[in-house]
């Protein structure tokens, strides 16, 4: 299989692509990220004009936003990371790119829940082979000790995507039709897609390793070295309930401060947008910049530091929820939601540093397994759910109080997974370090 990989045979540590082509390539696969999670998140702030047109329960729209989307995606995430480890990854992501953009595109022209179904599965068909390959190469980009910062960086495309998606979407909604959001956002990623497959450089694999680089691992083989380490079942269990708090927010916000408070669609896209996007940028240089500080006494920061963030993160989540006003609402949010992304660096880092170069994107890929599975597959549609639920006796108060059940101690419990993860790390850690 060393063949098919277009990087070629192990270079020097830190060879292989210059520095000017090596920020070409961040730039590109940053804002490649950036409309995956644009065109995924879209649909959060434009699902109340689309409920009302197409008379949908909140049931299926936790069914549009999460489940279907978690279980197809997770379906083809692992086979395309496992060809990332054998074949060029930037031409992995550039066709993964133009597959999502196109089914976002076609989102626009759905005329049923059916078609909507149908439309968002081919987006997370594509999007499946954006995230795993995208850190693979990132990790050949820089080197062990500025890789968190690195990935700090990269995962920024998430706010950013969803910034631009919710105020973007929101003001062409407002403007023209929710349809044309989805056709100006499929038509940009359609752009993009040939540019990453020309101009992004394809690093040589573990660029960074001292040893020679081995053939691509086998999947049982990456599967045991997550069950053999009690630091990696703990991060992903973590990231898995880290997802449902994130994405129950970020998929009902916009639903919420429309429906419970009487924001406008206008006012949400110029409001909600830019705090959560800003927000949670912040929440993820703060977690970069804190860990790269300590992390060089104990290894152990990566998950103390996102632990402790993600303990404080719960009760400050309730109370901004309680507020009288969506504008309160946002006001008392800001904190809680960029606390809430300090668990994304270190465990994409964690992941990276553990696996074995040949391994990486695979080993990345079921991190996202979990991730997706657990966070998007099930945060949206339990706060859907209880939200149906509760309408009966709770009125428009239903979706806030959905929100708050499921949130709250799913954050409690992430934290306590964290800390677990924190017990073996360093010894871990150490061990990679002297076999590599």
């Given at each position: 299989m060393a063949g098919l990989d277009a990087a070629g045979p192990q270079a020097q540590p830190g060879g292989g692509v210059a520095v000017r082509g090596r920020w070409i390539g961040v730039i590109l696969l940053t804002l490649a990220y950036i409309m995956n999670f644009l065109d995924r998140q879209i649909l959060a702030v434009l699902i109340e004009?689309?409920?009302?047109?197409?008379?949908?329960s909140d049931t299926q729209v936790g069914l549009l936003t999460g489940t279907l989307f978690a279980v197809f995606y997770s379906c083809v995430t692992l086979p395309i990371a496992m060809l990332a480890d054998r074949w060029n990854r930037i031409r992995i992501v550039a066709a993964a790119c133009f597959l999502w953009s196109f089914f976002t595109l076609l989102t626009g022209f759905a005329a049923s829940f059916a078609l909507l179904a149908v439309a968002r599965i081919g987006v997370a068909l594509g999007e499946a082979g954006g995230v795993a390959p995208s850190l693979s190469i990132m990790s050949d980009y820089f080197p062990p000790a500025r890789r968190v910062l690195a990935v700090a960086l990269f995962t920024c495309a998430t706010p950013m995507g969803l910034m631009l998606g919710v105020v973007g979407g929101g003001l062409i909604a407002s403007a023209y039709d929710w349809r044309v959001a989805f056709y100006v956002a499929g038509g940009i990623g359609l752009v993009l897609a040939p540019l990453l497959y020309w101009l992004g450089p394809e690093p040589p694999r573990g660029n960074y390793e001292v040893r020679p680089r081995g053939d691509a691992m086998p999947f049982l083989a990456v599967a045991r070295l997550f069950i053999a380490s009690p630091t990696l079942r703990w991060m992903a269990l973590a990231s898995g309930l880290f997802a449902i708090s994130a994405n129950a927010l970020v998929t009902w916000m916009p639903a919420l401060l429309m429906r419970g408070y009487g924001a406008s669609p206008q006012q949400v896209a110029l409001y909600y947008g830019p705090v959560v996007g800003v927000a949670l940028m912040v929440g993820l240089f703060a977690s970069g910049g804190i860990i790269a500080r300590f992390v060089g006494k104990s290894a152990r920061a990566y998950a103390t530091v996102p632990a402790v963030a993600t303990l404080i993160c719960a009760p400050l989540t309730g109370l901004a929820l309680m507020s009288d006003s969506w504008q309160m609402v946002l006001v008392w949010s800001a904190i809680p939601i960029a606390l809430l992304n300090f668990p994304v660096p270190p465990a994409l880092t964690v992941v990276q540093n553990l696996a074995p170069p040949e391994a990486r994107s695979t080993a990345s890929a079921m991190?996202?397994?979990?991730?997706?599975?657990?966070?998007?597959?099930?945060?949206?549609?339990?706060?859907?759910?209880?939200?149906?639920?509760?309408?009966?006796?709770?009125g428009k108060d239903s979706l806030r109080l959905a929100m708050i059940a499921t949130m709250v101690p799913v954050m409690v419990l992430t934290a306590l997974a964290l800390w677990m993860a924190g017990r073996t790390i360093e010894a871990e850690h150490a061990a990679a370090e002297h076999n590599p």
């Open positions: 004009p689309i409920k009302a047109e197409m008379q949908l991190l996202m397994l979990v991730l997706n599975l657990i966070g998007i597959g099930l945060g949206p549609l339990l706060v859907g759910a209880m939200s149906d639920l509760f309408a009966a006796g709770q």
